[in-house]
């Protein structure tokens, strides 16, 4: 008897079927990263270099496959709604291995320069691997309609009316969560540019625009530890410490390599910045400042301003920096930034909101609060999907009691840098709001005087600072300066 694995597939004629064609190794890395993603909530940039690495792709072929899975997550609601009105069945149905093969093919038929054949039959090839044959014909006779319009012909198709729900029609052709774009609308209402005519709504469509654009890659120069000079790159406009790096892996650096430098987001670098800067009212007569970092993990801002404490010339008192994590794993993250700075007293694993010093024993203190991080929506590119308003229910009144606790660390005189990476009013003016109305001993100081290179960028509440990545380049970074005045 022949063995039925080899008659199998058999033509009659005895001719042997064609070999199957299987997925190329970056689509197949692209999908398994869209997986975990969705299955095991993972972060893209954490598993994407191991899944990377696993494939053997690098140089182009890693880049290729770092857009298919940042584009796709990021532009899920638009593909989403286009999937939808190709099918005769509802989205929810679709099984979801499907569904991200089908966002993959999406993204290269509507937003890469991928040409449509290709980016059809590697996607066909992908579902045929992954889940069978028959899925494999329905992603093909869906992906033969995507690819009927461009992606300006498929927003005019399903999106809302953008005169009747401007918002609605910005969540599909932006791809955003719609309370999202509400939040991220009161927040430019609130942060009127002062330099250029333009209108909120006009705002908001290149505010969401630039979220769904890959931010270059910034480096942050520790000052007394290297030179800006030294690093590749093109100078940031306003940090005087940073640079953009011009391509390449940032690790590949010597002077990041050696934590001589960092990869640090210019927002946060004027962050860093703006609390070293700031003149402070004489306090009791010190040979050396003391500064607290409150919620240093995992350590960016306090490597800066270790260093900066470090650095400072002889016409202000030296400083040292606490830095406070309430994580030890990202404890740890933070002592490694520190390693080798001077200007560290040290770091504490501990609860900001529980003080284990006296009240009133720091001249500066940064308090950069946990967010629900809208405003580095460029970066993370599944983090607009996993945030909902009720995160807003536990982390508001975290900010408040924190900020309120590094207030008491404060003496008369000293000042709080309270800064989110989220522009949401909840977490900026309302918090820094609610802890001035409940004190006699604060008020609010103006930033544009410590950072008046800085322009464009008024917050909601006077003095307060609001960067944006249209305007900025940065993330969205909130700054609030609070001065002790007893
Ligand atoms: C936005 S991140 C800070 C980023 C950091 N400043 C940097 O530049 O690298 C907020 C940090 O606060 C920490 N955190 C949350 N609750 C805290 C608390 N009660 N006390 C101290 N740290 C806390 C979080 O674990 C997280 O590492």
Redesign the pocket.
Same mark, same amino acid.
């Given at each position: 008897m022949a063995d039925p694995r080899q008659s199998r597939g058999r033509r009659p004629g005895g001719r042997p079927p064609r070999a199957r064609k299987s997925a190329d190794p970056s689509r197949r890395a692209a999908l398994e990263v869209l997986t975990a993603v969705r299955v095991d909530d993972a972060y893209t940039n954490l598993v994407l270099p191991s899944v990377l690495r696993t494939h053997g792709l690098t140089g182009r072929d890693a880049a290729f496959t770092t857009e298919l899975v940042s584009g796709t997550l990021r532009r899920r609601a638009t593909y989403d709604a286009v999937i939808a009105a190709c099918l005769d069945r509802p989205l929810a149905k679709v099984q979801a291995k499907v569904l991200d093969a089908l966002r993959l093919g999406a993204h290269q038929l509507l937003s890469m320069r991928v040409p449509s054949h290709a980016a059809i039959s590697s996607t066909v090839d992908l579902v045929r691997d992954a889940v069978g044959q028959g899925a494999a014909g329905f992603a093909n006779a869906v992906l033969r309609r995507v690819c009927e319009e461009d992606l300006a012909g498929w927003v005019r198709r399903v999106a809302p009316d953008p005169v009747r729900d401007p918002h609605g029609f910005s969540a599909v052709a932006h791809s955003h969560p719609r309370w999202v774009v509400d939040a991220l609308g009161e927040a430019l209402a609130r942060s009127p540019r002062t330099e250029v005519a333009t209108t909120t709504a006009d705002e908001l469509q290149a505010l969401l625009a630039a979220d769904n654009e890959a931010p270059a890659v910034c480096l942050v120069a520790r000052p007394g530890r290297v030179d800006r000079a030294e690093l590749p790159g093109t100078p940031t406009l306003f940090s005087p410490y940073g640079v953009v790096l011009d391509g390449g892996d940032p690790g590949e650096v010597p002077a990041v390599a050696q934590g001589r430098a960092g990869v640090?987001d210019e927002g /946060?670098q004027l962050v860093a910045l703006a609390l070293a800067r700031v003149g402070l009212e004489p306090g009791p007569e010190v040979a050396e400042e003391r500064w607290l !970092? $409150? %919620?240093? &993990?995992?350590? &960016?801002? /306090?490597a800066l301003l270790a260093a900066l404490a470090a650095t400072r010339d002889g016409s202000a008192p030296g400083a040292r920096l606490l830095s @406070?994590?309430? #994580?030890p794993h990202?404890a740890r993250l @933070?002592r490694r930034?520190l390693d080798g700075a001077d200007g560290s007293l040290g770091v504490v694993t501990? !609860?900001? +909101?529980q003080p284990a010093w006296p009240a009133g024993s720091f001249d500066r203190v #940064?308090v !950069? @609060?946990? %967010?629900t991080g809208l405003g580095a929506l460029r970066r993370r590119p599944e983090s607009r999907w996993r945030r909902s308003p009720e995160d807003l229910e536990a982390l508001v009144p $975290?900010q408040r009691? $924190?900020l309120d606790r590094a207030v008491d660390a404060v003496r008369p005189g000293g000042v709080v840098l309270y800064s +989110? %990476?989220s522009p949401v009013l909840a977490e900026t003016a309302d918090v820094v709001s609610s802890v001035l109305a409940e004190r006699d001993d604060v008020r609010l100081g103006d930033l544009s005087l410590v950072l008046p290179e800085v322009t464009d960028a008024a917050g909601p509440l006077p003095g307060t600072m609001q960067l944006w990545p249209h305007r900025h380049r940065t993330d969205a970074m909130f700054m609030a300066l609070l001065e002790r005045t007893s």
């Open positions: 640090q /946060s !970092d $409150l %919620c240093a &993990g995992p350590g &960016g801002k /306090s @406070v994590e309430r #994580q990202r @933070v930034a501990a !609860d900001g +909101t #940064q !950069d @609060v946990p %967010c $975290l009691a $924190l +989110t %990476c």
